[in-house]
């Protein structure tokens, strides 16, 4: 069985500049975990919902905070206000980001006419859950860990 037997064809994309919020309003929308990132008709990169996870990890408070005696009851109450801080900052800066910022790239992507078994196995040596297909490097569609699954169990050709 190939990928082009188990992929969804004509995949939700966005481009480097679609903003950050817009990807994840249409992740949410879609139910879907990732978007190939289109420019020119090409795969650019990927953007994942771990990606945007990603962009809320920040860094704890300085481990070099030291209170004096008696003062050091408001050691723990302090760094968590400071973590607090940083996690709104990141918060309100990340939604007008440019995709550009976040993306994973190069892209992992497979041919159309490769096996699915070939395509599972670079997903898992990738650690990856979602492969961008191509046709002579243009996007022809996408194909994820459930559809494979999906074309195993059906045991067919059957496009979805």
Known sequence: MKVRDVMTREPVTVTPETTVREAAGLLRKRGIGGLPVVESGRVAGMVTESDILGLLAT??????????????????????????????????????????????SPAITVE??????????????????RLPVVRAGKLVGIVAREDIVRGVASGSGDSP
Request: hydrophobic letters at 40%; aromatic letters at 4%; a negative charge.
């Open 59 to 104: 860094k704890g408070p300085s481990d070099d905070l030291w209170l004096p005696a008696p003062l050091e009851i408001l050691e723990v109450p302090v760094r968590e206000y400071i973590n607090w801080a940083r996690t709104k900052e990141a918060l309100s800066d990340i939604g007008n980001r440019p995709v550009r910022e976040v993306m994973s």
């Open 112 to 129: 159309e006419d490769v096996e699915i078994e070939d395509a599972a196995s670079l997903m898992l040596d990738e650690g990856i859950a």
